[in-house]
């Protein structure tokens, strides 16, 4: 079995007196692409807040390649290679989009210790795979909501993370937007096999079309995990949703 890269064991999360995360197990191995689904409110963004090291969980451990990393926080995950992004784009106001997507090719030469005329490549590659490269030299104001939404996975995508993490990066999108998405991260999949991802998406055929395995979380606990068509027939997880506006199908509906 491959080693895990990011491991959480046990995580707890209390807000006072809210549970947000009650003892989630979660582990991602090399290439493993892991959907987080679930309810509003179940915890989901608050695992990958606890994950990338936003918050500290207040119980559990998680561990990056075998050593605690718990006292860890945002900036030095980062630096290992753990990246995130977030639902509303985190762009800096004052730069362009191409200057945004470099913020993260030059954090992935402290990752990889790589050289400078691989941050311009990363830079290039990544506002041309997300559909940016037209609006590189708009202000983050300037450009399309779905542009600003594309360049916050571009950014994240220059880093060529070791651990991607994304927080609902179709929230907002048209379903063109969407199919755009799903082709630009499968094409990244291809030319990075090994990344470890976690998506966190309320769009099920959108989660279920990249990534073959879901946990699924509802009331800050696991409800459920393993292959994805299996866990959107289970009755649990149909049962927590229920009320929800929200379509579980299987892959082939995508489209
Ligand atoms: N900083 C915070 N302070 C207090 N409570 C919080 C905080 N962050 C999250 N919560 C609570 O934790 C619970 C889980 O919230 P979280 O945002 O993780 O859910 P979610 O599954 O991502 O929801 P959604 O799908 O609506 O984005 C909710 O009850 C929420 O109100």
Known sequence: MTADLLDGSAVGM?????????????????????????????????????LSGVYRATSGAIHFRGRSIDRLGPGARARLGIVRTF???????????????????????????????EETARVDAALELF?????????????????????????AAAVEPVVLLLDEPAAGLSREERSELIEAIERYYREHPQTALCLVEHDVPLVTALCPELLVLAAGQALASGPAQEVVRDEQVRVAYLGENVELKDTEEVG
Not at 24 to 38: E, M, T, Y
């Open 131 to 155: 559909g940016c490269a037209a609006y590189g030299e708009g202000l983050p104001d300037e450009v399309p909501y779905g542009v600003r939404k594309m360049a916050e996975v571009a950014r």
């Open 87 to 117: 639902q509303h784009p985190q762009l800096a106001a004052s730069l362009t989009i191409a200057e945004n997507v470099r913020l993260g090719a030059a954090l992935g030469r402290r990752v990889h210790g790589s050289s400078a005329a």
């Open 14 to 50: 209390r807000f006072g007196g809210v549970h947000a995360l009650r003892e989630v197990d979660v582990a991602l191995q090399p290439g493993r692409r892991l959907g987080l689904i679930g309810p509003n409110g179940s915890g989901k963004t608050t695992l990958l807040n606890v």
